[in-house]
Every structure is written in structure tokens, then in C-alpha cells.
């Protein structure tokens, strides 16, 4: 096999999801749900959790407990500010979302429920969501400048699902954390739409597709899937090849 699509063949084996599909995925143990209660505001101690286990495996990362005694005593004034923008950023986002008429998947309204609840007493289903919203939060700041802005429509091109020989422009590289699947997101426009492809972190070939980006546009055969997150629209590529 050609070394060119060695890097197309790994990513193909993952499946490709957005954001809002792992949001819509959501599921909250209501049957046995009891509330918790932590000594200081547990979204402060998970923005805690994030920045001293940072640099550790990512799965290492993710078996860590808010419920920790010792947690409380590593807050710093840092942890403070960053759960002070992140419940700026999610109030403001679902007002928007809301008042767009957006449904909100049943993440978004138990994150909904958290925001506006005492982050002292907290539902046990919710814990895992308190967990992540560090981690959410910093990939929805990396993404959102790449659209600009709340709303982005992609050209409506009628080659979309032709396989084509496209042009794609390198625009930045996300790390996606997430506890069983850890990727990298590469976005790309083409002139007109944002285009990702989206990698396992640990493929050994990852530093020759950056060797080629750093040549210039990439030239490549595929087709376009189209993507929504939230009310922005994208296109994802499935098995292509270097053109």
C-alpha cells in the first residue's frame, strides 16, 4: 500500500462524529439519582482536576475522581476564573441556541440544569458531565474561530458527493480528548466550506501529513459528508486518497 494512503486507511477505521453527536449520546442514570454534595464548587475543582492532571495519559485523565478530599486544597485562583468564563460561555451559548429554536440534545438541557443549580449539591448523573465541560470548553474555543461565527452555511455544491480531485487549505489542529477515542482534527477550507479529517493521536504518520501541509494546499480525492455542530455546518471526507 502506498505510504500517501496509509494515513487515510487509519482514519477511515473511526467512525466519523461530531461534537453534538457525542452530546446527543448522553445518558443519565435517573433511576438511582441521589445528589452530592462537595465542599467547594465542583465545577472549580474540575477545572482543577483538568489543569494538575494535564500531560498525563489521556485515559489516566479520565479515571481521576472529583471526589478526591485532597482536590479542594489544589484550587487556585486560575481554576476560579476558568469555571467563571465557562459558565459565561454555556449560559450564553444556550440562550442563543434557545431562542434560535435549536432543540437542545439531553446534554445540553442536564447542562442547562447544572449552570443555573447550586455547584455545591449536584446530581450524580451530572458529575460526569461537571467532569468533562473543562475539556468541552477548550475544544469549543479552539473550533469557534474557525467559523467566525455562530452561524456558518456551507456552499450548497452539487459535486458534494462526487469523487473529486479537491483543494484543501490548512486552517489549525485540535486535539479532541475524549476517554476512549483521543483524536486529532485537522480543519481545512476549500474556498468556499471548512473541512476536517480527524486521526487517532498515537498514528506514527501523522508528523508526514504535517510535513505535507507545510508544503502548501493539499490536493486530494474524496467525496463530501455534510456535518452540523450546532449552527454551524462543515464537511467531513471519507476514503480519500492523495490526488
Not at 93 to 122: A, E, G, W
Amino acid at each position: 500500500m502506498a505510504t500517501n494512503n496509509i494515513l487515510a486507511q487509519v482514519s477511515n477505521r473511526n467512525s466519523v462524529r461530531n461534537l453534538e453527536d457525542i452530546l446527543g449520546s448522553w445518558v443519565s442514570d435517573t433511576k438511582t439519582d441521589k445528589i452530592k454534595e462537595y465542599p467547594l464548587d465542583i465545577l472549580v475543582m474540575s477545572c482543577a482536576m483538568q489543569r494538575t492532571t494535564n500531560g498525563l495519559p489521556v485515559a489516566s485523565r479520565f479515571n481521576k475522581s472529583l471526589d478526591n478530599p485532597e482536590l479542594k486544597d489544589l484550587v487556585t485562583d486560575l481554576d476560579v476564573q476558568k469555571a467563571a468564563n465557562i459558565r459565561e460561555y454555556y449560559k450564553n451559548k444556550l440562550l442563543m441556541l434557545t431562542l434560535r429554536d435549536y432543540k437542545l440534545t439531553k446534554f445540553r438541557n442536564d447542562l442547562n440544569k447544572f449552570l443555573y443549580s447550586d455547584p455545591t449539591k449536584v446530581l450524580e448523573s451530572q458529575v460526569g458531565l461537571v467532569y468533562k465541560l473543562p475539556y468541552l470548553y477548550d475544544y469549543d474555543q479552539a473550533i469557534d474561530p474557525i467559523f467566525g461565527s455562530s452561524y456558518f452555511t456551507n456552499n450548497k455544491d452539487n459535486t458534494m458527493t462526487d469523487n473529486m480531485t479537491r483543494q484543501l487549505s490548512f486552517i489549525k489542529k485540535i486535539d479532541n480528548h475524549r476517554k476512549h477515542n483521543h483524536t486529532v482534527e485537522y480543519w481545512f477550507h476549500d474556498g468556499l466550506n471548512k473541512v476536517m479529517l480527524h486521526f487517532p493521536v498515537e498514528n506514527p504518520l501523522l508528523h508526514l501529513l504535517d510535513e505535507k501541509i507545510s508544503q502548501g494546499p493539499l490536493s486530494i480525492n474524496t467525496k463530501y459528508y455534510r456535518r452540523r455542530k450546532d449552527l454551524v455546518e462543515f464537511f467531513v471526507c471519507d476514503k480519500w486518497s492523495f490526488a
